[in-house]
């Protein structure tokens, strides 16, 4: 039975995981490289409480017990020492991933389950670094995470049929809708995600249309609540461009190559809602369209 939860890593995907752990009763151990970052953490976890209270979402004593239910400690040995299952919510970098489950492995009990958040890494590739590969598992949750109801279950090469079941009855436990799916690259979320928003970059770069026309046509005419080029800010372009360097070199397919605009804006420092700036510019939450002229194909 699993009653201690710690997340690693406390950012965006992971204070979300946090909060939602906590407030279905769950003991949290939330955990990062420094106080710092788990202040930040904690203290955005406590205004998104806040609306909750504000929408009666929740009460304000149910906010009180779900932020008592949340401890944090930046020493990765002392967070993971006693969970049954341990969340890794870090960047989505391969080689920091191995190396950290490779760490959590040798920390954590031998019956722990060890989760990734990862939105395209292999979870077979994960498992092959650490003690006990049956026990690791995707557990891919959507932003905003205490919102969202979708995550993505994903079945490695070595994933035991005992922890893919217990991934899946405590995603329902958190009022979670599980799905099951196969360990290939982009699982499915991503895999038919990833190409539509490429395909909105492509639109924009080959001056087809612009950023508000583009979103537009979407939310319109197919009825997305959020058009293609805002999601990719609001995901991180940074984010969606490693995606799909994992689906282009996982299936070689060349439909899955990023949009030289998408490389370039990455490579300017335009990662979208998380710094300010990416297809629309982000102000005290405000958005303005950014001229993306001079990334346009001619």
Known sequence: MIKNITVVGSGTMGNGIAHTFAQNGFIVNLTDINDEALIKAINTISKNLDRQVAKEVITEAQKKETLNNINTNANLSESVKDADLIVEAATENNTIKLSLFKQLSELCKDNAILASNTSSISITQIASVTKNPGNV?????????????????????????????????????????????????GFVANRILMPMINEAIYTLFEGVAGVNEIDTVMKLGMAHPMGPLQLADFIGLDVCLA????????????????????????????LGVKNGNG????????????????????
Request: glycine residues 6%.
């Open 279 to 298: 297809f629309y510019k982000y102000t005290s939450g405000d958005k303005t369209l950014i001229v993306a002229d001079k990334f346009l194909k001619v």
């Open 243 to 270: 995606i799909l360097n994992v689906l282009h070199n996982g299936f070689g397919n060349p439909k899955y190559a990023p949009c030289p605009l998408l490389v370039n804006m990455v490579a300017a420092g335009q």
């Open 137 to 185: 598992i995707g557990m891919h949750f959507m932003n905003p995470v205490p919102v969202m109801k979708l995550v993505e279950v994903i079945k490695g090469y070595a994933t035991t049929n005992d922890v893919t079941n217990t991934i899946m009855q405590l995603s329902r436990q958190i009022n979670k809708v599980p799905v099951e799916v196969n360990d290939y690259p």
